[in-house]
């Protein structure tokens, strides 16, 4: 019996039967919305391939199938199908030859059945197998073009960035240089009216200076802190280590800060006897990190006191904690208040006007500068505390060039 003969003879009522139970299968979603030919698509090849590889009297390589089954994987894999789709498809088409010429096969010697039904496996099995090979390359191919699109707008959009970056340094520095000559001279016309006299007129003007003074130190500390932080965003900050004197430094700090901290008549407390004379680091860095630690403290806080403690933790590490009896940060705050323009809101307190939300933000990248550490404990009502870790000699921890 020519079974080759018989699959050709049946070759239209099968393919039908096997498109439509393809279009029946709820196990093949993305066939739903293709079209006859598009189901169709290759299967017709394939099965020619599998007659002639049956076929007793033509040569039945079975790379004759090759060609038609790559080509099924290519089109499915821009289709969108599954693997499991598609195997399914073949499971399919398997079941579709078999019901239909399960008539004549039984009438066939045992012999013929089983080496047909073999033949018939084994030609399905390499189209499968040829059908993944094409439709895994084609995905690795849209993988592979996806990342290089995928890096491309990376790149430019890094390109972006730091030409945005770039721009508001120049920016930054542009206006820099005129506020500080306005807050100059207006500091100046404020003593001088200051020493002229007390009238009425006086008065006004001297309300209305100090406002333009107020509100242009708060653009000069905006403009400062935004030119510090994208230092640090390019990588333009460098560390100058040298040996200094910690309780020096920090009474400098409360000496800085001592008349706003008079205004709301709180009391800054300093314990740091037990550090040692002296400690490498950066002194310039490490006095921006505890005048904003220390300023942010006296701004959040209405009573009580700032109370600043150093002490050694090991022969490598020593911490600088700066509590406050302040209004406190919630749990759901404290991951991002580091995080740059991040400000806390408050129902019973609303955002002071001269926060920029940058203070913190630059604490916590110059301590990654100085290769220590910074940690939040606090509590609503009760106040905050903020230790910053940090080695005894910082060239000791700088990764080598």
Same mark, same amino acid.
């Given at each position: 019996?020519?079974?080759?003969?018989?699959?050709?003879?049946?070759?239209?009522?099968?393919?039908? %039967?096997?498109?439509?139970?393809?279009?029946?299968?709820?196990?093949?979603?993305?066939?739903?919305?293709?079209? /006859?030919?598009?189901? %169709?698509? *290759?299967?017709?090849?394939?099965?020619?391939?599998?007659?002639?590889?049956?076929?007793?009297?033509?040569?039945?390589?079975?790379?004759?199938?090759?060609?038609?089954?790559?080509?099924?994987?290519?089109?499915?894999? =821009?289709?969108?199908?599954?693997?499991?789709?598609?195997?399914?498809?073949?499971?399919?088409?398997?079941?579709?030859?078999?019901?239909?010429?399960?008539?004549?096969?039984?009438?066939?010697?045992?012999?013929? +059945?089983?080496?047909?039904?073999?033949?018939?496996?084994?030609?399905?099995?390499?189209?499968?197998?040829?059908?993944?090979?094409?439709?895994?390359?084609?995905?690795?191919? =849209?993988?592979?073009?996806?990342?290089?699109?995928?890096?491309? *707008?990376?790149?430019?959009?890094?390109?972006?960035?730091?030409?945005?970056?770039?721009?508001?340094?120049?920016?930054?520095?542009?206006?820099?240089?005129?506020?500080?000559?306005?807050?100059? /001279?207006?500091?100046?016309?404020?003593?001088?009216?200051?020493?002229?006299?007390?009238? %009425?007129?006086?008065?006004?003007?001297?309300?209305?200076?100090?406002?333009?003074?107020?509100?242009?130190?708060?653009?000069?500390?905006?403009?400062?802190?935004?030119?510090?932080?994208?230092?640090?965003?390019?990588?333009?900050?460098?560390?100058?280590?040298?040996?200094?004197?910690?309780?020096?430094?920090?009474?400098?700090?409360?000496?800085?800060?001592?008349?706003?901290?008079?205004?709301?008549?709180?009391?800054?407390?300093?314990?740091?006897?037990?550090?040692?004379?002296?400690?490498?680091?950066?002194?310039?860095?490490?006095?921006?990190?505890?005048?904003?630690?220390?300023?942010?403290?006296?701004?959040?806080?209405?009573?009580?006191?700032?109370?600043?403690?150093?002490?050694?933790?090991?022969?490598?590490?020593?911490?600088?904690?700066?509590?406050?009896?302040? +209004?406190? +940060?919630?749990?759901?705050?404290?991951?991002?208040?580091?995080?740059?323009?991040?400000?806390?809101?408050?129902?019973?307190?609303?955002?002071?006007?001269?926060?920029?939300?940058?203070?913190?933000?630059?604490?916590?990248?110059?301590? %990654?500068?100085?290769?220590?550490?910074?940690?939040?404990?606090?509590?609503?009502?009760?106040?905050?505390?903020?230790?910053?870790?940090?080695?005894?000699?910082?060239?000791?921890?700088?990764?080598?060039?």
């Amino acid at each position: 019996m020519d079974f080759s003969q018989l699959l050709a003879e049946n070759t239209h009522n099968i393919i039908e %039967k096997w498109i439509l139970k393809v279009r029946n299968d709820r196990h093949i979603e993305s066939a739903d919305d293709l079209s /006859y030919t598009a189901i %169709k698509n *290759h299967i017709p090849d394939i099965f020619q391939a599998m007659i002639t590889v049956l076929s007793p009297t033509q040569e039945g390589e079975i790379k004759s199938i090759v060609t038609a089954s790559w080509q099924h994987g290519l089109l499915r894999a =821009e289709q969108g199908f599954d693997p499991s789709e598609i195997a399914r498809e073949y499971c399919l088409l398997r079941t579709v030859i078999f019901d239909t010429i399960e008539g004549e096969l039984s009438q066939a010697t045992p012999v013929e +059945i089983i080496r047909y039904m073999r033949l018939i496996d084994a030609v399905i099995d390499e189209a499968i197998a040829r059908c993944f090979n094409s439709y895994v390359g084609e995905r690795l191919r =849209e993988l592979q073009s996806l990342q290089a699109s995928l890096t491309l *707008h990376n790149e430019e959009l890094t390109r972006l960035i730091n030409a945005h970056q770039d721009k508001l340094s120049e920016l930054a520095h542009e206006l820099k240089h005129p506020l500080t000559a306005i807050i100059g /001279y207006s500091d100046l016309f404020l003593r001088q009216q200051r020493r002229q006299g007390t009238t %009425k007129d006086n008065y006004v003007n001297l309300d209305h200076i100090e406002r333009v003074l107020r509100n242009g130190r708060h653009l000069l500390r905006l403009i400062n802190n935004v030119l510090e932080l994208s230092k640090f965003e390019a990588g333009k900050l460098q560390l100058q280590a040298a040996s200094i004197n910690v309780q020096e430094l920090i009474s400098n700090v409360c000496e800085m800060l001592e008349p706003l901290a008079a205004e709301k008549n709180l009391t800054i407390i300093v314990d740091s006897d037990r550090l040692p004379p002296e400690i490498i680091t950066d002194g310039f860095q490490l006095q921006q990190i505890v005048t904003n630690l220390v300023s942010n403290a006296i701004r959040y806080t209405d009573s009580g006191t700032i109370s600043i403690k150093c002490e050694m933790l090991n022969s490598q590490k020593w911490a600088i904690a700066v509590a406050d009896t302040g +209004i406190g +940060i919630a749990p759901k705050d404290q991951k991002q208040i580091f995080e740059p323009y991040f400000r806390v809101n408050s129902e019973e307190r609303p955002q002071l006007p001269d926060s920029t939300g940058l203070g913190l933000a630059i604490v916590a990248r110059l301590v %990654k500068l100085l290769q220590g550490e910074i940690h939040l404990v606090s509590q609503e009502g009760i106040g905050s505390t903020f230790t910053v870790i940090l080695p005894l000699d910082v060239t000791k921890t700088l990764p080598e060039e």
